[in-house]
């Protein structure tokens, strides 16, 4: 019986990380985050890093997928945060999930849900980087196995 399992070191994987400027307080802490999982535990140089800045969370699919689209990257990191009250949440919540969920059926490729959503700042807030952990760090740990699981799979 043959197991495929993903490790998180992928030193030569490269990586883009689409991030939303809206709630920028709350996504630069997601980012830091994820850019700390990425060298310290899989080991991916910061040159093999890219990080695109786009408007807001509903922005995220149309970056993600000409991301996809342009074949230069191994997967995707999408950062952001919705939060109930601030903006049309339902509808920016839902398109922004779905949007990322397709790039990743379409090109085959990982992208990592790093977009909060939530009813509260403080909840926000406690998902990037305080009592409730990093959601970037978690975000980035799953793309790690997601491009190792790929390659032997596809191998």
Known sequence: MKVIEGAIVAPNA????????????????????????LKRQGQVSYDNITIIRC???????????????SDRYDAIIALGSVI?????????ASECNKGLAQVALDYNIPVAFGVLTV????????????KAG?????????????VNILAQVES
Do not use: C, W
């Not at 109930?84 to 920016?92: K, L, M, P, Q």
């Not at 990093?134 to 997601?146: P, R």
């Open 14 to 37: 490269k990586v883009a990380i689409v991030i939303a400027r809206f709630n920028s307080f709350i996504n630069e802490s997601l980012l830091s985050g994820a850019l700390d999982t």
């Open 55 to 69: 408007p807001g969370a509903y922005e995220l699919p149309l970056v993600a997928q000409l991301t996809a689209k």
């Open 84 to 92: 109930r009250g601030g903006t049309h949440f339902e509808y920016v």
């Open 119 to 130: 009813d509260y700042l403080e909840q926000a807030i406690e998902r990037a980087g305080t």
């Open 134 to 146: 990093n959601k970037g760090a978690e975000a980035a740990l799953m793309l790690l196995e997601m």
